[in-house]
């Protein structure tokens, strides 16, 4: 079974803090994606990469950066936490090139800023 | 830019079959998926259209039309813990993926 894990189920963080969500998965994927989750928008892409030490800006990256050093491992950083990124995280992998295939989503983080 | 629609809310009936709709506008289409996501849990995938037609996956088939922007899921046999939210989503040509908003279904007796 492939499995997706991330650091946390829920985190609480000031403003002004510096997150860092983590995100690990064991199927030697190519593709990881962070999205978050918000009553009525729906899953938005924040940031993916479709290769160690590559990124690609999704649709909404703005307040937010990743690292992807090892291939298992995508990292998604809030540099400055505020009240407005206050949502569930989700981290998702795939296999497929030169398309993403199905994706397989860890559990989330939920993350509340204060 | 992208657009993806579907109903917010549905309610359906134990054992009756049911059709829940996307309609989308996308720079670019390289494919469309659902998934299911139940109350606290992560989405897992259901299907995945890329040509026109109908899949077929045991209770689950879904449809895809690209001339037309339009999916659809059809869940048959509902079963009580169908009850979640079925989510739309396109990926573009440029690798990205654009999910709806999601639609709640809820199944009763």
């Known amino acids: 079974d492939v499995k997706v894990t991330q650091s946390s189920r829920y985190l609480v963080k000031r403003t002004g803090e510096k997150v860092f969500l983590e995100c690990v998965q064991d199927?030697?994927?190519?593709?990881m994606f962070w999205y978050r989750q918000d009553p009525g928008l729906g899953l938005r892409l924040i940031y993916f990469?479709?290769?160690?030490?590559?990124?690609e800006k999704g649709d909404i990256p703005e307040g937010y950066s990743v690292s992807r050093e090892k291939k298992e491992r995508f990292s998604l950083i809030l540099e400055s936490a505020s009240t407005n990124q206050t949502s569930m995280y989700l981290c998702?992998?795939?296999?497929?090139?030169?398309?993403?295939?199905?994706?397989?989503f860890g559990p989330g983080t939920r993350l509340t800023v204060t | 830019g992208q657009n993806i629609d579907q109903p917010t809310e549905m309610t359906a009936t134990e054992g009756a079959i049911v059709q829940i709709n996307c309609t989308y506008q996308?720079?670019?289409?390289?494919?469309l998926f659902w998934y299911q996501q139940h109350a606290g849990e992560a989405p897992t995938f259901l299907s995945y259209?890329?040509?026109?037609g109908l899949e077929e996956k045991g209770r689950f088939s879904s449809f895809l039309s690209r001339s037309k922007g339009y999916s659809y899921l059809l869940l048959k046999e509902l079963q009580m813990k169908d009850s979640a939210s079925y989510l739309c989503?396109?990926?573009?040509?440029?690798?990205?993926?654009?999910f709806g908003t999601g639609t709640s279904l809820t199944v009763i007796p």
């Open positions: 996308t720079s670019g289409f390289n494919g």
């Open positions: 259209n890329v040509l026109d």
């Open positions: 990469s479709y290769d160690v030490k590559m990124k």
């Open positions: 998702a992998s795939s296999s497929g090139t030169p398309a993403p295939y199905e994706q397989y």
């Open positions: 199927m030697d994927h190519e593709n």
């Open positions: 989503a396109v990926l573009n040509t440029g690798n990205q993926f654009y």
